[in-house]
């Protein structure tokens, strides 16, 4: 499978995908999903660990409120996923 779920993708494919990853992020850059379970982390940090997004090329890393003003990345429940909302051409909506 790709690296990546852009956003605008079908819901069904990107739920399809969601299901096969390990760990499901959003990218709050982009708004792709993304495994973080595959990506290669650059530097390890106490606090956090740091890497290159599959999907935008953007240095990103793991830390969320109230540690970084600017999460980027939100964890998606594989559990209870669905995409937020489709619009007319049945793609996801995401925000
Ligand atoms: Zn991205």
């Known amino acids: 499978m790709t690296e990546f779920v852009p956003r605008g993708v079908p819901a069904t494919l990107a739920a399809e995908a969601v299901a096969e990853m390990v760990s499901p992020v959003r990218c709050l850059i982009c708004s792709a999903i993304y495994d973080v379970g595959k990506v290669t982390v650059t530097a390890r940090y106490t606090d956090c660990s740091v890497w290159v997004s599959p999907?935008?090329?953007?240095?990103?890393?793991?830390?969320?409120?109230p540690w970084t003003a600017t999460p980027r990345i939100e964890t998606i429940d594989k559990a209870s996923f669905s995409p937020y909302a489709l619009d007319v051409f049945g793609r996801m909506e995401w925000s």
């Open 55 to 65: 999907c935008c090329n953007q240095q990103v890393d793991d830390r969320q409120h």
